[in-house]
């Protein structure tokens, strides 16, 4: 049975910066695409980026500069450090993987950016 379980999200500042992790359990992260993925309040779900099987790395545009993603393969677990937090980064951050897709999906972390 595959988990996705996200932590690290809260309220931080404007220009503040937050890491989110997500661990996974059932699913390798090196064998597998992870993703991280956003819905804001009352919006849709919005791509953030991508880490390859190789570690290559994707982004949004809007994420490009800020966002970073990594993995720990040998524990299992992926990252997301966030810098210079905007309050139109407030949403719930989701990590999801799979072969190709989003097969699997965690519950997701709270990220508010508010002064």
């Known amino acids: 049975q595959v988990q996705l379980v996200e932590s690290g999200g809260n309220l931080v500042q404007p220009g503040g910066s937050l890491r989110l992790s997500c661990a996974a359990s059932?699913?390798?992260?090196?064998?597998?695409?992870m993703y991280w993925v956003r819905q804001a309040p009352g919006k849709g779900l919005e791509w953030v980026s991508v880490?390859?099987?190789?570690?290559?790395?994707y982004y949004a545009d809007s994420m490009k500069g800020r966002f970073t993603v990594s993995k720990d393969n040998a524990n299992n677990l992926l990252y997301l450090q966030m810098n210079s937090l905007k309050p139109e980064d407030t949403a719930l951050y989701y990590c999801a993987g799979g072969r190709a897709g989003m097969d699997f999906w965690g519950k997701g972390t709270l990220v508010t950016v508010s002064s």
């Open positions: 059932g699913l390798a992260v090196s064998n597998n695409y």
């Open positions: 880490i390859t099987t190789g570690g290559t790395t």
